[in-house]
């Protein structure tokens, strides 16, 4: 059983940053696709960025040039780092993994960004 669990989340200030961290229970190297998405109160889960098992990335336009993903195969874990944060990028963040038809979810971290 694949578990993908996220971590880094918090309270942090407009305009600052936080790397969050999704760690999968076994090696990442077997999954197509690893990606990020987030879900604000009232909103639809949106795509924030993925990355493909040879290494290229996509980012929703709002994201662009602000944040970064990111993996590590010896650690089993994909990263986010997430710069001039926004008001506007409070949300549950979560990490999804694909393999063959399959679609795995980690639990969702809570990203805050206010002062």
């Known amino acids: 059983q694949v578990q993908l669990v996220e971590s880094g989340g918090g309270l942090v200030q407009p305009g600052g940053s936080l790397r969050l961290s999704c760690a999968g229970s076994?090696?990442?190297?077997?999954?197509?696709?690893m990606g990020w998405y987030r879900q604000a109160p009232g909103k639809a889960r949106e795509l924030v960025a993925d990355i493909t098992l040879g290494g290229s990335t996509s980012y929703a336009d709002s994201m662009k040039g602000r944040f970064t993903i990111s993996r590590d195969f010896a650690k089993n874990t994909m990263y986010l780092q997430m710069n001039s944060l926004k008001p506007e990028d409070t949300a549950v963040y979560y990490c999804?993994?694909?393999?063959?038809?399959?679609?795995?979810w980690g639990q969702g971290t809570q990203v805050t960004v206010s002062s």
């Open positions: 076994g090696s990442i190297r077997s999954f197509y696709t």
């Open positions: 999804n993994a694909i393999y063959l038809q399959y679609s795995y």
